[in-house]
């Protein structure tokens, strides 16, 4: 697949986790969360530490969501992220958009090696599907 096709197929599906989810506005993975909700798309974010992130009720980990997600958006440490594929993989998930400074080789290796649809490597969520800093 093209990354256009990998983006397609991505975002054909809902809903999503946003793994790294942070209640810091300022911080990348509160914003790839509020960029879902305002496309209308439905999101679960995905913070050990935090009870809800913009509202919603937050999850320890994947294996904690309470129901099936087409993909996942990742905004953590790569070592991280090579933890949190290994649990998507477990959980059947078939999309994983590693967003930048999340991904490493072993990471994307093993989520390939898994056959999964993987979005890694430069192309940010946030321009994909649009983000506006000063809406909610």
Known sequence: MTPNERIEAFLAGTPHAVVGASKDRSKYGNKVLRAYLQNGRRAHPINPTADTVEGLPA???LGALPEPVHG???IT???VTERIVEQ?????IEHVWM???SESDTAVARA???GMNVIAGGP???VAIGFREDDA
């Open 88 to 92: 998507a993989v477990a959980a059947g």
């Open 99 to 101: 967003q930048p400074g």
């Open 59 to 61: 999850f320890a980990d």
């Open 112 to 114: 390939e090696a898994a």
């Open 72 to 74: 996942i958006s990742v």
């Open 77 to 79: 440490p790569p070592a």
């Open 124 to 126: 940010c969520l946030l």
